[in-house]
């Protein structure tokens, strides 16, 4: 209780940082990221969203220091003072349709890819992809790899990706970097065996799922 209030007591005597969050003025303490402060100051359709963990991705934000624009996840950003922040827009729903099972085998991954992402390979080697994104993930190397038919690889390369999509936002060739390396993922764990961890917690369900069967039964009876 005496470490709360002494916390508490901490960011009292903190000065307020002054920003902006969608056009509105809103005042922060020192220490606290740029979601936190939103919800603080009950910044319309913006209270409530998001994980605060850098998990979900929905906290996408354009965040403007001076002349310097940039991209970023609102809840790995610090108030600052004088940025200006607005909150993107949802993500929209992805143009590229496949279904996991109609694939036989990993030629027939490659030779439908293209038809799948023709785009990827038309990448400019800018970057933008790498700067934008808020993982430090290597999209670019990522979307190349998936180009090349090492999808193992390029899904190792997404492993800490949250579907953000601030990679496809900056992407000027409209890659969609995001969900290739979302497909090189499930077209791995489609023929490979899947992580111990997720083959653990499935394990649990079924256990679960039959123990529940069980106590019905018995109440049946």
């Known amino acids: 209780m005496s470490a709360i209030l002494s916390k508490e007591n901490e960011n009292a005597q903190q000065p307020d940082v002054a920003l902006?969050?969608?056009?509105?003025?809103?005042?922060?303490?020192?220490?606290?990221?740029?979601?936190?402060?939103?919800?603080?100051?009950g910044v319309p359709r913006v209270t409530s969203v998001g994980c605060m963990e850098g998990v979900c991705g929905s906290c996408r934000v354009m965040l403007r220091r001076g002349k310097d624009v940039t991209v970023g996840l609102a809840c790995q950003t610090f108030?600052?003072?004088?940025?200006?922040?607005?909150?993107?827009?949802?993500?929209?729903?992805?143009?590229?349709?496949?279904?996991i099972g109609d694939f036989k085998d990993a030629w027939d991954i490659h030779a439908r890819f293209?038809?799948?992402?023709p785009e990827a390979s038309?990448?400019?080697h800018c970057h933008g992809?790498?700067?934008?994104?808020?993982?430090?993930?290597?999209?670019?190397?990522?979307?190349a790899l998936a180009a090349a038919g090492r999808y193992r690889d390029a899904g190792e390369a997404f492993f800490?990706?949250?579907?953000?999509?601030?990679?496809?936002?900056a992407c000027p060739?409209?890659?969609?970097?995001?969900?290739?390396?979302?497909?090189c993922r499930r077209v791995t764990a489609h023929f490979h065996l899947r992580p111990p961890n997720l083959i653990y917690r499935l394990e649990e369900l079924r256990q679960e799922r039959q123990s529940v069967?069980?106590?019905?039964s018995d109440e049946e009876k």
């Not at 902006?20 to 100051?41: C, D, K, P, R, Y």
């Not at 108030?79 to 279904?99: C, D, K, L, N």
Request: glycine content about 6%; aromatic content about 6%; hydrophobic content about 45%.
């Open 160 to 169: 800490e990706c949250v579907m953000c999509e601030l990679c496809d936002v």
């Open 114 to 117: 293209q038809d799948i992402f």
């Open 213 to 216: 069967a069980l106590i019905e």
């Open 129 to 143: 992809c790498d700067s934008a994104c808020p993982k430090g993930i290597t999209v670019e190397n990522g979307v």
């Open 173 to 183: 060739e409209l890659i969609a970097p995001a969900h290739v390396g979302l497909f």
């Open 122 to 124: 038309r990448c400019r």
């Open 79 to 99: 108030a600052e003072e004088g940025i200006e922040v607005v909150f993107m827009p949802p993500a929209s729903a992805p143009r590229h349709h496949y279904e």
């Open 20 to 41: 902006t969050i969608n056009g509105l003025a809103v005042n922060a303490h020192t220490g606290m990221t740029l979601v936190e402060a939103a919800w603080h100051a």
